[in-house]
């Protein structure tokens, strides 16, 4: 085991290499100059304030010096400053990962409770003589949850729940008039949690529906109900226990996934997380941003993905070997 | 082999099998239907009789559904004067010929924040999106099966470094990849799926490259090695032809995240531009014109549903025909 | 108005006319505001009074329908008696209108129809560094808003007005030679501290401002300060209330320039030495100034929380609290600042998309404003040019420009250049003047200045020539199609504002001899700032090129648009542009800066899509607009 956890280890150094390099050539690739643009928009146009800001960013230097310059900078902790913030990349990037954490948390659990329960339900009642409509619904609702898109639910939700019953706040995480809660923040949290894990409830749904049904047809499940164990534990403890290891990597992706951030969603409720800000920096180049939030989302996707691999070796010996 | 069946079998013959078989498949059939007829409407959109969807008129903005309005005349630029009301007092000055009687037009949608006609927009954004859906989706697949299959059938040295790029691009999840390549290359139809395919091809190689290590080393495919089959042949003759199903799965799965795609960017301001519009534009248009006329953002969402429903209940289908163990579920 | 006619009307003893005029509930209540000190004269002037009012009110039972009956009873025979009648019948119509006038007027001025306890909630958008308290460190123009509630500069630029207002400084004096400028500080101005605000404070800023080399130079500021920082050179303090800022070259602009600039605002030195710039920033603990808000909280991306400054100089600040909700910018955070709106989240929003507007419209106790102007471009003169350094030929060049037909000729009849030229505070100019289009007055002063006409059409003084013309040879009555004007330019629609030197050895001077550099130097007025056609101006509204504002109660200002709309008298639709105009012109008063702000904001979309002929070369010494 700890030979393959460290054999895993070490093949992410290449990949965080080769990630650091693209992102690297990608921002040198975006078009336009940042300082340029930037200074438009402050209705200037100067060469020599161009030249000089492009020289305090170091964009003067050839193109390894200046990609090694930001490597070791980066290992120092130093993600350098937002031209168009001035604040320190570090600090933007831990605040939007901070509000990313918490949606990303909230819809996680949401998948858990709502999904998988609704998917273990729903293959229990698969068997049983349960009318038609009821398991009808049970097997199609997720299909429904995962062809509509998202956003499109979650502002009519805005529309309804925010703006014309003014039951759930629209938007931003905190309310300035009702002080800094855990309560205030769930409140902010509902919304943006339906419409971020619609599709992923949906889907586990399915997913759990389908592992669970499977399950329940092994022989040991037969065997169980053969030595006349109670139904709930058979189903909850026999079935249930093996229909959560996939369940569990779903979800461990699906929190990597969210991680990242939802720019859609993010966008519809004015969430400062790291996705809204990954696109406003794309959008007006602010360069350093877009490189400090692209390598930190992909080394933790990198990271998250390894995780859940050495967890499901441990699960599952024969992965180890593969 | 497949020449020699379809010389044996005349055209007739394949359209009553075929048929028989939707008959067979009421389901299938019935997910199919809706997805056809989308794609026809937008295909004949030209032959439909549709206003110009660019066409902005002020005086018609937030016209609701089923409503209809008068062209009164035409302006300098010789374009149609459309008005609500039929006021000969209303008479805007910019009327340069007036047409006596003034001309009905119907507004089954209503029209959207800058007058122009909802339906008119739909059918046409719909070849748009329709385009780029189906491009994606063929190339994601074709992509993705033949490194797959590269992948998972050779093995070794060729399964590595695929593998080790699939990787590099599975860490970066989601839009991000897209986001990253569309700033880079600019909004256009093309980039716009060169990013899509991009973005999603590293996930569909490594799960098809999944699918062949099932089946690689399956009886008919050791059969097929001992009978001194060449790679190739055994490749695209023997495992292609197993995985394939999958795909129809995989294009079900992809169709909606594709549409999806484009709103989000148009969201943003990085979607594509006129003079087409596609439904990712329309929905992010409606999204700010989501009080005055909701038909603009319910529109392209109800068929993106449509459509996403009908792929998923297809691809469930045929999953259930070719595997008669899942038909069970 | 409307008062005065009806009354004259029935006097004439011409009865259908009163009818008529009196019928018209709806224009009185248009036109009270400016009735109401007239009626009052007119009840002095009535001596018949008392009992008659009696008799009349006791005879209507309903009073806004009034009017009409009253004149049915009064037989029209009886003209001189009925007069005295008449105006008391009408003077009680009028005054129940000047009630409702009044309250609106007040919802105005708060902006929200009922701000929740004494706390506002400002929706603003962070579009760069969030975290700013001190104004002379802010980066942009929208982040501004509220590190401007928090400190001050010595002077105010009203764009509205745009004449310079008193703020830290009382009054201030540009040396007639333009190489220095004098501000006499206000008395009686605390910090936050309690510490008395001094002239060292001012030296202290200003070197901190606009020297690279001060220990404590602002650096957020470094390109704003490009406007001022060659010219500046030092500031001496001349005794216990004012300063003198000597500057290195003449600048007319002095004023302006030093005392409200957009980063010239005034921090409190022991603090900034003792904390440092960025501290002293960002952390409300840290942070002293001398605005009517003292922040007591700021969360990087969410909020700034302030409250009232009790010792504030000025009239007691409007709120106890004043809570800055931080949206992303962008689109993104716009939207979203439309539903807290609506939601009730907050009280404010600025800049709301354009799409929205009609959310705001029809939701009972929320308002718009709507802000539809453009500035089509700016002409600098550098008055350190021989020809221009006669403050007559510069009011000349200013006078000789007929925008009105330049807007007819190139944008349609309802565009109306709006007010006055650019930078009037140049004590060159005069700030009172109007500076129209005025040929008459541009031959006086000439001639004061000391040029004569030729036969060529041609000023001449000596080696100074100069020629005023404006030449438009597109077809006037087929102005180009607005869309594009406004998107790609005057060049791509076959105009260009040429600027030419008078003399072709100038001319080299200015390619890339000694003015070459110095485009922004001095002096200046704009071409225009202007309403635009309201439907032109909504489809780029509604394409999002420009920003809107929000709040404020704007029926009328939305049912003149759509009057405009269907109106096809061009001098009534000029009207009801120009109550448009109007309506607009009556801007936010209580944060000054918001109203610069979305000047900059204008000027930033606007200036960049006309092209070069207005902003690349910007010496207006000859100029004329031709076709490409």
Not at chain 2, 218 to 230: I, Q
Not at chain 2, 238 to 247: D, Y
Not at chain 2, 274 to 287: F, H, K, Q, R
Not at chain 3, 190 to 214: A, K, L, M, Q
Request: proline share 6%; charged share 20%; hydrophobic share 45%.
């Amino acid at each position: 085991m700890t030979r393959y956890i460290a054999r895993r280890l070490l093949s992410v150094i290449p990949l965080l290499i080769a990630v650091s390099i693209i992102v690297f050539g990608m921002s040198k690739a975006l078009p336009g100059d940042p300082v340029a643009i930037f200074l438009q928009q402050a209705d200037i146009a100067n060469p020599e304030l161009v030249n000089a800001m492009r020289d305090k960013y170091g964009l003067n230097d050839p193109l390894p010096v200046q990609y090694w310059t930001w490597l070791s900078l980066m290992f120092q902790g130093d993600m350098g400053e937002s031209i168009r913030r001035g604040e320190r990349v570090s600090d933007l990037l831990f605040r939007g990962m901070r509000n990313t954490f918490s949606v990303a948390t909230a819809s996680v659990a949401l998948v858990i409770v709502v999904g998988w329960t609704m998917g273990v339900l729903s293959a229990v009642v698969h068997n049983r003589s349960w009318p038609q409509a009821i398991t009808r619904f049970l097997a199609q609702a997720p299909v429904l949850m995962i062809s509509i898109p998202g956003f499109a639910v979650a502002v009519f939700m805005v529309l309804i729940f925010g703006i014309s019953l003014g039951w759930l706040p629209t938007s931003g995480v905190s309310n300035p008039r009702e002080g800094d809660d855990v309560l205030d923040l769930a409140k902010h949290l509902i919304l943006p949690t339906i419409g971020l894990a619609l599709a992923s409830v949906g889907g586990n749904w399915r997913l759990a529906r389908n592992t669970m049904i499977e399950v329940l047809r092994e022989d040991y499940i037969r065997m169980a109900h053969a030595k006349g164990l109670p139904l709930w534990r058979v189903y909850f403890v026999h079935g249930l226990r093996t229909t959560l290891v996939p369940l569990l990597t779903s979800a461990g992706l699906l929190f990597g996934s969210l991680l990242t951030g939802s720019f859609i969603l993010e966008y519809i409720f004015a969430w400062p997380g790291i996705g809204l800000l990954l696109v406003e920096s794309t959008v007006n180049r602010d360069v350093p941003v877009v490189m400090g939030a692209t390598i930190l989302i992909a080394s933790m996707y990198i990271f998250l993905n390894l995780a859940v691999d050495i967890l499901y070796a441990m699960v599952d010996p024969r992965v180890r070997y593969a | 082999m497949h020449s020699a069946l379809s010389l044996n079998n005349p055209a007739g013959q394949h359209v009553r099998r075929t048929a028989t078989f939707l008959r067979d498949h009421p389901v299938l059939t019935a997910s199919l239907i809706p997805i056809l007829i989308i794609i026809i409407i937008a295909l004949i959109a030209p032959l439909l009789p549709l206003t110009d969807p660019n066409r902005a008129n002020l005086s018609v903005r937030y016209l609701p559904p089923l409503s209809e309005a008068y062209i009164l005349g035409t302006d300098r630029q010789g374009n149609d004067v459309v008005h609500p009301e039929r006021n000969p007092d209303l008479f805007p000055s910019s009327v340069v010929e007036r047409y006596e009687p003034p001309v009905r037009k119907h507004y089954v949608l209503g029209a959207d924040s800058l007058g122009r006609d909802i339906v008119s927009r739909l059918i046409w954004g719909s070849r748009v999106s329709l385009m780029i859906g189906i491009f994606a989706n063929v190339a994601v697949v074709l992509i993705s099966v033949f490194f797959g299959l590269l992948a998972g059938y050779l093995g070794g040295r060729v399964d590595g470094v695929i593998m080790r790029l699939v990787d590099i691009g599975l860490a970066f999840p989601g839009l991000l990849l897209a986001l990253l390549i569309l700033t880079v290359l600019g909004p256009s139809v093309i980039n716009m799926a060169v990013a899509v395919v991009l973005s999603s091809v590293p996930l569909n190689i490594r799960f098809f490259r999944g699918q062949v290590l099932t089946v690689r080393n399956a009886k008919y495919v050791e059969a097929a090695r001992l009978l001194g089959y060449n790679n190739l042949r055994i490749m695209f003759r023997e495992v292609l032809p197993n995985v394939m199903p999958l795909v129809i799965t995989v294009t079900a799965l992809n169709a909606t995240s594709f549409f999806i795609f484009t709103a989000g960017f148009s969201l943003i301001g990085m979607g594509l531009k006129p003079p087409d519009p596609d439904w990712g534009t329309i929905m992010s248009d409606g999204l700010r014109a989501l009080y005055e006329a909701p038909a603009v953002i319910l529109g392209p969402t109800i068929l993106i549903s449509i459509l996403a429903i009908c792929f998923n209940i297809f691809g469930d289908e045929v999953q259930k025909i070719l595997s008669p163990r899942e038909s069970q579920l | 108005m409307i008062l005065r006619s009806g009354a004259a009307a029935v006097a004439g003893g011409v009865g259908a006319a009163a009818l008529a005029a009196c019928g018209e509930a709806e224009v009185v209540e248009k036109t009270v505001t400016v009735t109401v000190t007239e009626v009052k004269e007119v009840v002095k002037e009535v001596p018949v009074e008392t009992v008659v009012t009696k008799e009349v009110v006791k005879e209507v039972p309903v009073e806004t329908v009034v009017t009409k009956e009253v004149i049915k009873e009064v037989p029209v025979v009886e003209v001189k008696e009925v007069e005295v009648e008449k105006v008391v019948t009408q003077e009680k119509v009028v005054e129940v209108q000047v009630e409702k006038v009044v309250e609106r007027e007040k919802v105005v001025e708060v902006m929200v129809d009922n701000p929740k306890a004494d706390s506002l909630v400002i929706g603003l958008p962070v579009t760069a560094r969030v975290d700013d308290l001190d104004g002379s460190q802010v980066y942009e123009f929208q982040t501004k808003i509220h590190a401007f509630c928090t400190s001050e500069s010595l002077l105010l630029y009203d764009y509205q007005t745009q004449t310079l207002k008193p703020r830290l400084a009382e009054s201030w004096d540009v040396a007639p030679d333009a190489t220095s400028v004098t501000f006499t500080l206000r008395e009686g101005v605390t910090w936050h501290n309690g510490d008395p605000f001094t002239p060292e404070d001012v030296v202290f800023n200003f070197n901190r401002i606009f020297r690279d080399d001060d220990p404590y130079h602002a650096e957020g500021t470094f390109y704003y300060n490009g406007f001022a920082q060659p010219f500046y050179g030092d500031t001496e303090v001349l005794d216990g209330r004012t300063v003198r800022v000597n500057l290195t070259q003449p600048d007319a602009l002095a004023a302006e320039k030093f005392g409200a600039l957009d980063s010239s605002y005034m921090a409190h030195p022991p603090s900034v030495m003792e904390h440092g710039n960025r501290e002293y920033s960002t952390d409300p603990d840290k942070y002293v100034g001398t605005g009517p808000y003292i922040p007591v909280e700021l969360r990087p991306a969410e909020l700034v929380r302030m409250v009232r400054n009790e010792n504030w100089w000025g009239p007691k600040p409007d709120f106890d609290e004043l809570i800055f909700r931080l949206f992303p910018g962008g689109a993104a955070g716009a939207d979203a600042r439309v539903n807290a709106l609506l939601a009730g989240e907050v009280d404010v929003a600025l800049y709301t998309p354009a799409t929205r507007r009609n959310d705001l419209f029809r939701t009972p106790g929320i308002g718009a404003k709507w802000f539809s102007n453009f500035v089509l471009g700016y002409f600098y003169i550098n008055h350190t040019f021989p020809l221009f350094a006669d403050n007559r030929v510069r009011q000349a060049v200013a006078r000789s420009f007929d925008r009105v037909s330049f807007y007819e000729a190139t944008a349609g009849p309802t565009v109306l250049p709006w007010g006055r030229f650019w930078f009037p505070g140049s004590p060159y100019l005069n700030d009172a003047a109007e500076l129209d289009y005025d040929p008459a007055q541009v031959a006086s002063l000439m001639q004061d200045a000391g040029f004569s006409m030729g036969g060529d059409g041609v000023w001449a003084n000596g080696d100074m020539r100069a020629e005023f013309k404006i030449q438009y040879s597109g077809d006037p009555g087929a102005p180009p199609d607005r869309e594009t004007f406004w998107m790609q330019g005057l060049n791509d629609q076959g105009f260009s504002v040429e600027l030419e030197a008078w003399d072709p050895a100038i001319r080299a001077d200015f390619d890339s001899g000694p003015f070459a550099q110095q485009n922004l130097n001095v002096g200046g007025w704009g071409v225009g700032v202007f309403l635009g056609d309201p439907a032109f101006a909504y489809q780029r509204w509604t394409a999002g090129d420009f920003f809107a504002l929000s709040y404020m109660d704007n029926a009328e200002m939305n049912q003149l648009y759509q009057d405009i709309l269907v109106e096809a008298d061009a001098d009534n639709r000029t009207t009801k542009v120009h109550r448009m105009q109007e309506i607009a012109a009556d801007q936010v008063p209580w944060i000054p800066s918001t109203v610069s702000t979305l000047g900059a904001a204008w000027r930033e979309e606007k200036v960049t899509n006309v092209t070069s002929g207005a902003t690349q070369y910007s010496y207006p010494w000859l100029y004329k607009v031709a076709p490409v």
